[in-house]
């Protein structure tokens, strides 16, 4: 059974940091890995997507990073602001034609505070 | 861009009552999915489906049922509302297994 996790929980920084939000998975096998940000009360967007033959992807400041072999990905963020501010979720999908292997399946979270 | 609409936004049920959470999808997406998310516990796939007419049981389909007639719906039914159905509900939709997700605003569902 797929089980992702997201550590810290929390993290909070002063602006302009650079920061490292971490997500390991405990099964290999898989097709791809999304990172989400969820604002209170909101939906959720999609930051990245990461295929399995990759190893990293990169939108303006955002940069992840996925290593398959230890299972592990990781969310970088440059610069950060106080609009940054947020709930990170990342999310993997199984690979194989199996009854809900086409499911994402998902961490915790990362609540991250931004302070001016 | 509508991207993935879903409706309502809140509602309150009493205990018993029945609803339908309407989820569209203006992309032409294949897959489609019903998450519910409870504080700390992060999202639970209800049930997905590949297509028109194929559905099929996420990791807590209990108490729920859905259908999908066309590509572009795909409404979530609560037949007996329970309190244990408190939660945010999320569609979501994809074109394929390998490409990104994108999710609709959310349903905040209490039901007392």
């Keep these: 059974k797929q089980e992702v996790t997201q550590i810290p929980a929390a993290l909070s920084v002063p602006e302009g940091e650079n920061l490292v939000l971490n997500c390991s998975f405990t099964d290999s096998a898989i097709y791809n890995l999304q990172w989400f940000r969820q604002d209170p009360g909101k939906g959720l967007t999609s930051l990245l997507l990461i295929q399995s033959s990759q190893r990293e992807q990169t939108s303006g400041r955002l940069n992840a990073s996925l290593d398959k072999s230890s299972g592990r990905s990781t969310l970088y963020i440059a610069a950060s602001q106080p609009g940054d501010s947020a709930t990170y979720l990342c999310a993997v999908r199984r690979y194989g034609i199996i009854q809900g292997a086409q499911k994402l399946v998902f961490g915790q979270g990362t609540r991250l505070t931004i302070n001016p | ?112």
């Design chain 2, 1 to 112: 861009n509508a991207g993935v609409t879903q409706t309502p936004k809140f509602r309150i049920l009493k205990i018993g009552q029945s609803m339908t959470l309407q989820c569209t999808q203006d992309m032409n997406h294949n897959y489609m999915y019903w998450y519910r998310q409870d504080p700390g516990m992060g999202l639970k796939l209800i049930y997905y489906s590949v297509g028109a007419g194929i559905t099929d049981k996420g990791e807590v389909p209990n108490g729920y049922n859905v259908s999908r007639s066309t590509t572009e719906d795909f409404p979530l039914r609560l037949e007996l509302a329970a309190p244990s159905q408190t939660s945010v509900y999320f569609c979501a939709s994809s074109q394929t297994m390998n490409t990104e997700a994108f999710f609709g605003q959310g349903t905040r569902l209490t039901v007392v």
